[in-house]
């Protein structure tokens, strides 16, 4: 199991799954929880830090973020409280089918523990590891060379191509895995059922509303 994973599916106290109906929760719903490391209360729009080494996302009140964000040591890491969609990013049917990734929904993220880029899709169960075809990966960079300067363990690139959608974005890792949680929350049966799949549009329509409005993806 890599690291990603492991932050994916561990139940400790301070790691995403215990933590992520906070995720989905609607944004004008207080929140009742405290930060995972001085346990001051959090607002419902708080910041998050990676701890890399331990595979955690922890959320965090803005003293902690600001104190221990980004340290020389880079024991903790913050995320980013944007996400950028690639208006011009290229990708042909090929180089996706490339990547032998079962539904058109997933997410490539450089890990440090594990020193290469994972790439993860979404599902009922949580996330799932894909091997990823290192070929198939640099040539998507040599087509799209922003991909060169992914934050590693913070930001991926988040793919949507449901349903006839062509979109990628540079995201925080904490919103990719909100929607693994939204999934994982609303998935019924084989197919997702009309729940699931109008949540993954609201998600999307979501990233869409506020870069217009703002320029920037703020996570709750």
Request: neutral net charge; proline residues 6%.
């Amino acid at each position: 199991m890599t690291g990603v994973e492991r932050m994916a599916l561990s139940t400790q106290p301070g790691n995403w799954v215990a933590n992520v109906l906070r995720f989905v929760r609607p944004r004008d719903v207080a929140a009742e929880d405290y930060c995972n490391l001085c346990s001051a209360p959090l607002a419902a729009n708080h910041p998050h830090l990676v701890e890399p080494a331990k595979h955690r996302l922890l959320c965090v009140c803005r003293g902690c973020a600001t104190l221990l964000g980004n340290r020389d040591d880079n024991r903790y890491r913050a995320v980013p409280e944007y996400a950028r969609r690639l208006e011009d990013f290229r990708m042909t049917d090929a180089e996706w089918e490339a990547f032998a990734i079962p539904i058109g929904l997933a997410f490539f993220v450089r890990s440090t523990p594990d020193r290469r880029i994972v790439a993860f899709y979404p599902g009922p169960a949580g996330s799932t590891e894909s091997l990823l075809d290192l070929q198939a990966w640099a040539q998507l960079v040599a087509g799209n060379p922003i991909l060169a300067a992914l934050e590693p363990d913070i930001e991926a690139l988040l793919v949507n191509r449901v349903k006839g959608a062509r979109e990628y974005y540079l995201a925080p890792i904490d919103r990719c895995y909100a929607l693994v949680g939204l999934i994982r929350t609303k998935w019924h049966g084989l197919s997702g059922g009309e729940e699931a799949w109008k949540a993954i549009d609201e998600f999307f329509a979501g990233l869409h509303e506020l870069r217009d409005n703002a320029g920037a993806c703020r996570h709750g």
